[in-house]
């Protein structure tokens, strides 16, 4: 590898290790492990906390909203898939089956749920597609990703 490279590669990961950087990069992180892209968020916020446990508040925080931000684009991913589908069919979307059947019976209190694996994301993609009111779904991510990452910090930080 060039030295060059080396020495790039090096500044880069001395500048996220920065407090204010690294914050930043614990957003990013959580912004698009919200995303469908497959991505945990868990493990850098845990290695910024771990670098400097006086940022434990702001760090969570930033986290929260990073992963919240993500959900809701991933929202209006839904929502903005369901009205192309309907653009180009011409017909409306489907909106039948026994897990659509299920969300819409929960409503947006279902979106407490977006901090689960796997299913996590698709289920906030899921509630712009069937166009559940948008303010309380932000609402119940926000507080679902809340505890997730209070709850899996506080285990590695105290049991791990």
């Known amino acids: 590898m060039e030295a060059w490279m080396v020495a790039g590669v090096s500044s880069f990961l ?28 868990e493990p850098a916020l845990f290695a910024f906390i771990k670098l400097h446990p006086e940022m434990l508040g702001p760090a969570l925080l930033v986290a929260t909203l990073g992963n919240t931000l993500g959900g809701v684009v991933t929202w209006w991913l839904g929502w903005l898939a369901r009205r192309g589908t309907e653009k180009v069919t011409h017909h409306p979307a489907n909106t039948d089956g026994r897990a659509l059947r299920w969300l819409q019976r929960f409503g947006p209190k279902a979106c407490l749920l977006s901090w689960l694996p796997i299913v996590g994301d698709p289920l906030c993609a899921v509630a712009g597609w069937l166009n559940l009111p948008f303010w309380p779904c932000v609402a119940w991510m926000a507080a679902g990703k809340c505890a997730r990452y209070i709850t899996t910090t506080a285990f590695m930080l105290w049991v791990v």
């Open 14 to 41: 001395a500048w996220l290790a920065l407090p204010q950087v690294g914050l930043g990069a614990v957003f990013v992180v959580a912004f698009v492990s919200a995303t469908l892209l497959p991505l945990g968020s």
